[in-house]
C-alpha cells in the first residue's frame, strides 16, 4: 500500500521502504530543470562528505553542531525554533529539505517531538538515519525520499512544519508552501529561516546579490504575499541577517584554518569555488544586498 493511503505510519523506515530514487516530478509532474538537477547534485555531493572530520569541526565552531549541514541555522537558532513552535513529546515535525537530519534530528532529540525528514538526494537522508538510530531518537522518526511540493504523508497530519534556507534552494516557493499548508493540522505553526534579495536595489545591486547567495535566491512575489496565497498568515518575522554574516565569517575563519584538508577533501578547484562564494556572500552582506529573515506561520482560516 502506498505510503500516504496507511493511517497510522510505522515508526521507521528502512532506507529500502522509504529512501529510493528521487522523484522525478514535482507536483503537476513539472519535470526539473537542468539547474535543478545540478542544485541537488551538489547537496548530494555535500552530504556524502558531511561526515568529514574537517567539515564537522568547521560546523561546530560556525554552528555549534556536527550534522553536516548546509544551512546557516545556528543551535541557538534551532533552540529558539524549538519554542516558538512548542514542541514536545506527542508532537509531529516535518522537517522539509531536512539534508542530514539538522535540525529536525535535533529538535526531536531535544524536545522528544515525533519528527518526518524529507528531502531529495539520498546520501543526506541515509546519513540522517544513521544519526537517528546512534542519538536513538525518542520519539517517532519518518525518513523519506520526497519533493517538498508533493508530500507523502496525510493531509493535516503535521503539528509543526519547519524548513532552514530551503525556499532559496528551490523554484517553485509557491508549491512548496501549499504543500506545507495541506499537511498542518489546525492550530499547528510554520516556522522557517529563507536568504532573500534585499528590496530596491539597482539592477546591478540586484545581479550581484543574485551570484552571491543560494541557487535560487531570486522570487517574483514577496514572502509574505507568497505566504498569504498558499494559505498562511504570518505571525512573526524576524532579521538574522547580522547572525548569518557572523555565521559566514566564523566559517571562513575556520575554513582558513584547516585550507589544506579542504583542499584535499573537495580539490584545489572546488575549495578556491567555495572560498570565492563565501567572501561574495560577505560582501554582498556588508553591502546590504541580502537579507536572511526567520518567519513562523499559522494556517490562515484556522487559527485565525
Ligand atoms: C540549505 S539546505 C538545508 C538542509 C538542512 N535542513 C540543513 O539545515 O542543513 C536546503 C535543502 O533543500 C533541499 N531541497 C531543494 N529542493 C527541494 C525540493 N523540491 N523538495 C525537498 N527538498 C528540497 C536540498 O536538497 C537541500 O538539502
Redesign the pocket.
Known amino acids: 500500500m502506498p505510503m500516504w493511503k496507511r493511517r497510522s505510519l510505522p515508526r521507521t523506515f528502512a532506507p529500502e521502504e522509504c529512501l529510493g530514487a528521487m522523484p522525478m516530478a ?1 507536483e503537476g509532474s513539472m519535470p526539473r530543470t537542468e539547474s ?1 538537477r545540478a ?2 547534485e551538489r ?1 548530494a555531493k555535500r552530504y556524502e562528505l558531511a561526515r568529514s572530520d574537517v567539515l564537522l569541526e568547521i560546523e561546530r565552531a560556525a554552528c555549534g553542531c556536527d ?5 546557516w ?1 545556528t543551535l541557538d537558532e534551532a533552540r529558539a525554533v524549538a519554542g516558538i513552535m512548542a514542541l514536545a513529546p506527542g508532537k509531529r515535525l516535518l ?6 537530519g ?3 534530528l535535533f529538535l526531536a532529540q531535544s524536545t522528544g517531538c515525533d519528527v518526518a525528514l ?4 539520498l546520501s ?1 537522508l541515509k546519513a540522517a538515519r544513521e544519526r537517528a538510530s546512534a542519538d536513538r531518537v525518542p520519539g517517532a522518526c519518518w525518513i523519506a525520499v ?4 508533493a508530500m507523502p504523508f496525510p493531509d493535516r497530519w503535521f503539528d509543526a512544519v519547519f ?4 525556499l532559496c ?2 523554484p ?1 516557493k509557491l508549491a ?1 508552501l501549499k504543500a506545507c499548508r495541506r499537511a498542518i493540522r489546525a492550530g499547528g505553526r510554520m516556522v522557517f529561516s529563507v536568504i532573500f534579495i534585499s528590496p530596491g536595489l539597482s539592477a546591478a545591486e540586484h545581479e550581484r546579490a543574485m551570484a552571491s547567495g ?1 541557487p535560487f535566491i531570486e522570487f517574483g512575489t514577496p514572502y509574505e504575499t507568497m505566504l498569504r496565497a498558499a494559505g498562511w498568515r504570518v505571525t512573526s518575522q524576524a532579521d538574522l541577517t547580522a547572525e548569518y554574516l557572523a555565521t559566514v565569517n566564523r566559517v571562513l575563519d575556520r575554513e582558513k584554518d584547516c585550507a589544506s584538508e579542504i583542499e584535499e577533501l573537495l580539490g584545489a578547484d572546488e575549495a578556491a569555488q567555495m572560498r570565492t562564494r563565501r567572501h561574495a556572500a560577505v560582501a554582498a552582506l556588508e553591502d546590504g544586498l541580502l537579507r536572511r529573515e526567520l518567519f513562523g506561520a499559522v494556517p490562515i482560516g484556522e487559527d485565525d
Open positions: 514535482k535543478e542544485m541537488i547537496f550534522y553536516g549541514a548546509t544551512s541555522t522537517e522539509v529539505g531536512a539534508g542530514s539538522w535540525p529536525g524529507i528531502d531529495l538526494p543526506g520526497a519533493d517538498g511540493s524548513h532552514s534556507d530551503v534552494c528551490l517553485e512548496v543560494p
